[in-house]
């Protein structure tokens, strides 16, 4: 008999209501799935059907399907919508471990590096900053270190994420911990990426939606990098800002080198 079904729901939702406030929303079926893929901890997935997670795995994910079998709960939908109130379409919901600070923090100081850190200064944007790790997360990059206020673990962050952040070290710093490395800044005034070769130890610095580069991170700069822009265009959007410049990096790398 399947697991799915010898679970009690009643028990799964005590234990949902116990783990909430600790631990990792995974809302929708690509967090968990990516979440899965790179051995997120997940003592707790919550469906109200069944079947139709388990459908959409056999379609897109079969290499996570067992896995995802084994950990269902299936419970009333409108028990679940109070649990997750912004649901993701595909019906689905999992709680996971997050990393530690130390072992996050040991994975970004760890030198030399294969690939770069992207920082985002003070970023205000909860999707901005969950699709710079989704985008980091692709490019191999060694790890996402925001400033400021903003939890780059926050639920909205790692739905935008898609899950990938238990694919690259994700964490919240201050500009004086910084990981070493020499820090190209992203600024308007800085020297035309194009005529550059990143190294793959850089620190990869990106300036807030609203207000661009702190004085700190300025001061904090090795070199200050532009990418290219039609005159009278104010910006890109972040995420934007932050696939560009990673593709320039890996440009730089052979056809099929991975970090």
């Not at 996570?64 to 997750?84: Q, S």
């Not at 020297?191 to 300036?207: E, Q």
């Amino acid at each position: 008999m399947n697991e799915t079904h010898q679970r009690d729901p009643d028990d799964a939702v005590r234990a949902w209501r116990a783990l909430a406030d600790t631990s990792v929303l995974l809302d929708g079926f690509h967090a968990i799935k990516h979440a899965l893929r790179f051995k997120a901890t997940i003592p707790a997935a919550l469906t109200s059907d069944t079947a139709a997670v388990l459908a959409l795995a056999d379609e897109l994910a079969p290499d996570v399907r067992g896995a995802l079998e084994t950990l269902l709960v299936e419970i009333p939908d409108g028990t679940l919508r109070h649990l997750v109130p912004r649901l993701h379409p595909t019906g689905v919901a999992a709680l996971a471990v997050r990393p530690s600070r130390t072992a996050n923090l040991e994975a970004l100081a760890r030198m030399p590096r294969s690939a770069p850190v992207v920082v985002l200064d003070d970023p205000r944007n909860l999707g901005n900053a969950g699709a710079v790790i989704r985008l980091a997360a692709g490019f191999g990059a060694t790890g996402v270190v925001t400033t400021g206020t903003l939890d780059p673990w926050h639920p909205t962050v790692v739905r935008g994420g898609a899950g990938l952040h238990f694919a690259t070290a994700v964490e919240r710093m201050d500009v004086e911990e910084l990981p070493p490395g020499q820090v190209y800044a992203l600024d308007a005034e800085g020297v035309d990426i194009r005529g550059l070769k990143l190294p793959d130890d850089a620190v990869l610095a990106f300036g807030s939606e609203r207000s661009g580069l702190s004085a700190r991170l300025r001061d904090r700069a090795d070199h200050l990098v532009s990418l290219p822009m039609r005159p009278q265009v104010s910006s890109y959007n972040l995420a934007t800002s932050v696939g560009m410049t990673l593709f320039h990096w890996s440009a730089g790398r052979p056809p099929g080198t991975e970090a």
